[in-house]
């Protein structure tokens, strides 16, 4: 899927409204492209179509209004719940399991680390309700979680955008040297799997 086309149109059709939303669903553990929004929205700012502060205080709106959904959502119908009809958002036992071991051990700093990794991101919202965490320490932690990471994906869109052209020539120039080193990363990767089998074959 070409994540580039699919965000123009929306944000033609719909403006700041494809952002919010897609902010806020992804929170709540059901795909979206949140990351890849966030980056072109910061592109978006760079040729004008958006304005940087506002696609800043629409992404929080849409992330934090997920967060406390899923907060709610953990802390009122709870863990059994979560476990029972989560895999349809992406949130299975499993990952609940192994983020709750987590969660205890950083307690709230676990919300603000969540938020730049892509599957803690959208399961610690239910598990902060399950554990009871008071509501305003929870907002309050991925507020700033969220503000990192919203503004560090909108500056590297931005960033792209200004150096568009300059990447683009480079791009092109390496392209045969890039080619070239991912081919022999994955001879290297190749061989060091087929030595290691002939090892554990002596070995044995």
């Known amino acids: 899927m070409d994540y580039k086309s699919v965000a123009m149109e929306l944000v033609d059709l719909y403006g700041y409204w494809a952002l919010f939303f897609t902010m806020f669903i992804d929170t709540l553990g059901i795909p979206m492209p949140s990351k890849t929004m966030l980056t072109l929205s910061g592109y978006f700012s760079h040729i004008g179509i958006f304005n940087f502060a506002q696609i800043f205080i629409v992404a929080m709106a849409g992330t934090l209004g997920g967060f406390s959904s899923g907060y709610t959502i953990g802390r009122k119908i709870g863990k059994p719940f ?12 499993s ?29 610690v919202p239910y598990l902060s309700g399950i554990s009871k965490m008071p509501f305003i320490t929870a907002m309050g932690m991925a507020a700033v979680g ?59």
């Open 82 to 93: 979560i476990e029972k009809y989560g895999r349809y958002v992406r949130i299975t036992p």
């Open 95 to 123: 990952k609940i399991a192994n983020l709750e071991k987590w969660f205890d051990k950083y307690g709230p700093y676990a919300i603000f680390i969540a938020y730049f990794l892509p599957v803690a991101r959208s399961v």
């Open 146 to 204: 969220a503000a990192c990471w919203i503004i560090l994906l909108i500056s590297f869109g931005l960033v792209i955008g200004q150096n568009w052209m300059k990447l683009e020539e480079l791009f092109i120039d390496y392209y045969p040297y890039l080619i070239t080193g991912v081919m022999a990363l994955v001879v290297v990767a190749v061989f060091r799997k087929l030595s290691k089998k002939k090892k554990n074959k002596q070995v044995q």
